[in-house]
């Protein structure tokens, strides 16, 4: 019965929203950061024009800190990148660098 009708914006038909002229949703992301634990994050509502979420690890004067971001790294060193909703949440990446350590080792 509705079938090809908008309302709102948005197309029941096709499912894409027309208020933003056809574009996909954005991917969502965890944003936040830690120093030695301790911090937080939240989800978020990326760009339209941001297709990845990243997390980038750093050591300085002693201290960890994570940084979780809608993007692609923009830096290689210690930073790694997904393409699904909510793919930089802390366990879902460390899980990657562990199949990877775990792959890299068989190899080897």
């Known amino acids: 019965p509705h079938q090809g009708k908008e309302r709102a ?5 096709s499912g894409i929203n027309a208020e933003y002229g056809g574009c996909a949703l954005a991917i969502k992301c965890k944003v936040g950061a830690y120093v ?3 911090g937080e994050m939240k989800d978020m509502d ?4 941001q297709d990845k979420c990243s997390k980038t690890t750093s ?37 990657v660098g562990l ?9 080897q």
């Not at 914006?9 to 038909?13: I, K, P, W």
């Not at 990326?46 to 024009?49: H, K, P, Q």
Request: aromatic share 6%; proline share 0%; with cysteine.
């Open 9 to 13: 914006g948005f197309n029941l038909s």
């Open 36 to 38: 030695d634990g301790e």
């Open 46 to 49: 990326c760009l339209a024009t």
């Open 59 to 95: 050591v300085l004067a002693g201290k960890t800190t994570e940084a979780y971001l809608c993007g692609a790294c923009i830096l290689e060193d210690g930073c790694e990148d997904c393409s699904t909703d909510y793919c930089n949440g802390a366990s879902s990446l460390s899980l």
């Open 99 to 107: 199949l990877a350590t775990v792959l890299y080792l068989l190899v």
